[in-house]
């Protein structure tokens, strides 16, 4: 039963990265690739159908946290308190700027937003990469350490990567390239890798601190019968909002 | 102020800014779904328009409900380990079938309603927003099997220095639970029919020209209104059957905020039930009441609050009731330093979103139902651009 519930937190964490990635990617490239108003409106229209079913997953990570892991869970989100905080406020802004940014017609006001999706973006792809790193040493590293930054930059752009392959899987030609599923596919794992890593490292020690049976039994009765809901839901996403005429549809909600 | 009132500061204000926004959330989407349902049988323009309306409505309110939640969930790591290295084998259960099974559907299907318009098979559709409206309330009773076990922590025993759990079933029927969930719910129904009310009467004082749309929209108010506070109200005392002896004894805070409830509960039921109801087929034509109706749309959010102060401050000193103490489940080690940043980055930040995004829902109620951007047809605003042009 550990094993199990140890492969549903670790199938969690690395799908949020691999899927969460690409917006977070997408995010960070709107300065770059989004010069003008109308080109940030495709990159976040392309992405916008599938924001709230990616971000998700890491809220679950944080529940399953709670509920395999308890002991850890206090050790882990406190032992990285500045670094959480910073990341649940860019993750707040970034929100904030989907949903806010076309609810009001002026220039400046969508400006304003997207710059907050941006900054939010990197704000969390960076900080996830001194997270891991700091995870990685067991809390024990002071908080700005050089290798936590060096993290922090490769995260932020395998996230910018994934991100770019994503709108070239999505709006093929659109920001100057055409992309396979597959390729998206690649960049995915790619963008999974450092926390995949993080994960076999931890495996024993995760192992070791899961909650006792009893609980772990409520939660297999309880939550496992919904995964294949789950999965049928994520899958319905992606079939939907697959790429063909009309990917992107302008305007788009967010 | 200590480091423990300032965590407890922190807990309370960013808790009441989320419930402020999930209150309305619950009222609002069984009344969008059942629009959308009329829309899908009627086919007619009214129906379509009341469901892209305050399906609107409720996706601006959606928005801060989410971003407060996150930092809700986070916060129990934060500033509360305590709480699960005592009891999470117990408490942790009920939170993680919250965030994996009942959000995590509620947000995937979400996302599917808001961008499945015009792509989307209508049924299909229609199913997504009865989805989110289920699994929104699976996530109320999850949370609320949570905080009914701080309030009377059954299904479990004390077993080598922490909670361990012995009977979900018990956390299921907690006597705290069983009143306190049907009470919530009518809170929100009552809440989400009071919305409809306030925002139909502006409209209609207005003189709108969408006269047919706020009439409707003002009679689905008043029913729902009413059916939410009768709930609510009977719920709300019959809980006092699980109440813990002395819960309300100890603390002034609590029981102004209970009794102010109670008090003004009474008198809004008396309003609905008595003035409302029966008036509910000519309200619209009486240009009297509807600066009251408009007036009275604030209090269901400001009874909501004094409820979770009653019910949170009444519990106060206790985390867990007569088990752990609050100042025992703070995390060792938390500095005033690193709680007054973050206090003051979640308040000054989810305070100023809360502001600008009730300022956004009440633009969009005075713009009223024409030109809106959910479910918007493509390009119904964009300038078109030649399919060449990139």
């Given at each position: 039963m550990e094993i199990l519930w140890f492969v549903v937190f670790a199938a969690l964490l690395a799908g949020y990265f691999a899927l969460e990635g690409f917006d977070l990617g997408v995010g960070l490239l709107l300065p770059v690739l989004g010069r003008t108003r109308e080109n940030r409106d495709r990159m976040v229209a392309a992405m916008a159908p599938y924001v709230l079913a990616n971000e998700v997953w890491l809220v679950a990570v944080a529940g399953t946290l709670f509920g395999v892991y308890p002991l850890l869970e206090g050790e882990v989100l406190f032992g990285l308190y500045p670094l959480v905080v910073a990341m649940l406020l860019s993750w707040v802004l970034r929100d904030a700027g989907l949903w806010f940014?076309?609810?009001?017609?002026g220039r400046r006001w969508r400006g304003f937003w997207d710059a907050m999706i941006a900054f939010g973006s990197l704000g969390l792809s960076f900080c996830w990469g001194m997270a891991l790193f700091a995870a990685a040493t067991g809390?024990?590293?002071?908080?700005?350490h050089p290798l936590g930054v060096l993290l922090g930059v490769v995260v932020s752009g395998l996230f910018a990567l994934h991100g770019w392959m994503f709108l070239a899987w999505r709006?093929?030609?659109?920001?100057?390239g055409t992309r396979s599923g597959r390729a998206l596919l690649v960049s995915g794992m790619a963008a999974a890798l450092p926390v995949v890593a993080l994960l076999a490292g931890a495996m024993p020690y995760l192992l070791a601190h899961s909650a006792p049976a009893s609980t772990l039994n409520v939660l297999s009765l309880m939550a496992l019968p919904f995964a294949p809901v789950m999965v049928g839901a994520q899958v319905w996403v992606w079939r939907t909002f697959r790429p063909g005429k009309d990917a992107v549809r302008l305007p788009s909600f967010f | 102020m200590d480091v423990l009132d300032l965590a407890r500061t922190q807990f309370a204000v960013t808790g009441s800014l989320h419930f402020l926004f999930v209150v309305l959330t619950l009222g609002l989407a069984p009344l969008v779904a059942i629009m959308h349902t009329r829309w899908a049988r009627s086919g007619k323009p009214l129906h379509e328009q009341m469901t892209r309306f305050w399906g609107q409505i409720y996706v601006i309110n959606y928005a801060l409900g989410i971003v407060t939640g996150l930092v809700m969930e986070f916060q129990f790591g934060l500033s509360w380990s305590g709480l699960s290295h005592y009891a999470g084998d117990v408490f942790g259960a009920p939170l993680a079938m919250e965030t994996l099974v009942a959000f995590f559907l509620e947000s995937t299907f979400l996302g599917l309603w808001i961008f499945g318009w015009?792509?989307?098979p209508k049924w299909a559709h229609v199913a997504c927003i009865w989805v989110v409206t289920l699994t929104a309330y699976a996530s109320a009773f999850f949370i609320m099997v949570a905080n009914s076990y701080l309030q009377n922590p059954v299904g479990s025993v004390f077993r080598n220095g922490r909670m361990e759990l012995v009977d979900f079933f018990a956390l299921l029927t907690n006597k705290s639970l069983v009143f306190s969930y049907p009470h919530v719910i009518g809170a929100g129904l009552f809440t989400g029919g009071m919305v409809l009310v306030g925002a139909s009467a502006y409209q209609l004082w207005r003189r709108t020209q969408d006269l047919e749309f706020f009439t409707a929209s003002l009679r689905t108010g008043v029913v729902t209104a009413g059916i939410g506070i009768l709930v609510t109200i009977s719920f709300g005392y019959a809980q006092f059957a699980g109440v813990a002896e002395g819960?309300?004894?100890?603390?002034g805070l609590a029981a102004t905020a209970l009794g102010l409830m109670i008090e003004s509960g009474q008198y809004l039921a008396l309003v609905v039930l008595l003035g409302m109801w029966p008036l509910v087929r000519s309200l619209h034509r009486r240009r009297w009441a509807h600066p009251i109706l408009m007036v009275m749309t604030p209090l269901p959010f400001a009874l909501a609050i004094l409820g979770w102060i009653a019910r949170e401050v009444g519990r106060q000193p206790w985390m867990i009731w007569e088990r752990l103490s609050v100042a025992d489940a703070?995390?060792?080690?938390?500095?005033s330093g690193m709680i007054t940043t973050s206090l003051v980055g979640f308040v000054a930040v989810l305070g100023l979103l809360a502001i600008v995004d009730y300022v956004l829902i009440a633009r969009a109620i005075r713009r009223g139902?024409?030109?809106?951007?959910?479910?918007?047809?493509?390009?119904?605003d964009e300038p078109r651009s030649p399919a060449l042009s990139y």
């Open positions: 940014r076309r609810r009001l017609d809390f024990e590293s002071p908080a700005v709006t093929p030609g659109v920001f100057g | 015009r792509r989307l819960k309300f004894g100890n603390s703070m995390s060792p080690g938390l500095t139902p024409q030109r809106l951007a959910l479910g918007a047809a493509a390009d119904a």
